[in-house]
T-cell receptor
């Protein structure tokens, strides 16, 4: 596609439920990143994929968070047993390759846990 | 560790005023530096970048110079427009790797006619 696509754009879920957030990167981009933008925390790195593997998961805040990437393309970020503090905008970005100086961001998924 | 500090907002200016948004960083080695912009209702967009000391990034009338001696990357524009109203993020990418960007907290700019 022309840009990084994320779905859904908005998600409201009840505390304790699981959610899945999807990212479709720019075609041909091998590197994919998830970030979280929350009030009071700014923008924080969550996880990096190169192809289907994740060499850096250091930003995942707890074991309730996981992500996978299949076919070197689409990625899914899963949050289990959601908590209110998980409410944030989850951003996905991709870049052509690991060392590319520019990452292209999607518009994000706004997650609200009630 | 790596960190980015940028001036708190909001910054409110009249159209055609001069803009400076300060950004300083702490990093090991020689990071790449970026300014990203988030317009209302839109995703983050790269505004400009600089990959080594003394480089000047520029785009859409905005400029920022990579100053290693002061560890700064201040964003400037000579004459702002209402359409520049957005949130601006300074970011660094540590050397030697991938786009694990470290962001500042963001500065909201509001430009009034």
């Amino acid at each position: 596609g022309a840009g990084v696509s994320q779905s859904p754009s908005n998600k409201v879920t009840e505390k304790g439920k699981d959610v899945e957030l999807r990212c479709d990167p720019i075609s041909g981009h091998t590197a994919l990143y998830w970030y979280r933008q929350s009030l009071g925390q700014g923008l924080e790195f969550l996880i990096y994929f190169q192809g289907n593997s994740a060499p850096d998961k250091s930003g995942l805040p707890s074991d309730r968070f996981s992500a996978e990437r299949t076919g070197g393309s689409v990625s899914t970020l899963t949050i289990q047993r959601t908590q209110q503090e998980d409410s944030a905008v989850y951003l996905c970005a991709s870049s052509l390759e690991q060392g590319s100086p520019e990452a292209f961001f999607g518009q994000g998924t706004r997650l609200t846990v009630v | 560790g790596n960190s980015v500090t940028q001036m708190e907002g909001p910054v409110t200016l009249s159209e055609e005023a001069f803009l400076t948004i300060n950004c300083t960083y702490t990093a090991t080695g020689y990071p790449s530096l970026f300014w990203y912009v988030q317009y209302p209702g839109e995703g983050l967009q790269l505004l400009l970048k600089a990959t080594k000391a003394d480089d000047k990034g520029s785009n859409k009338g905005f400029e920022a110079t990579y100053r290693k001696e002061t560890t700064s990357f201040h964003l400037e524009k000579g004459s702002v427009q209402v359409s520049d109203s957005a949130v601006y993020f300074c970011a660094l990418r540590p050397p030697g790797g991938y786009n694990k960007l470290i962001f500042g907290a963001g500065t909201r700019l509001a430009v009034h006619p």
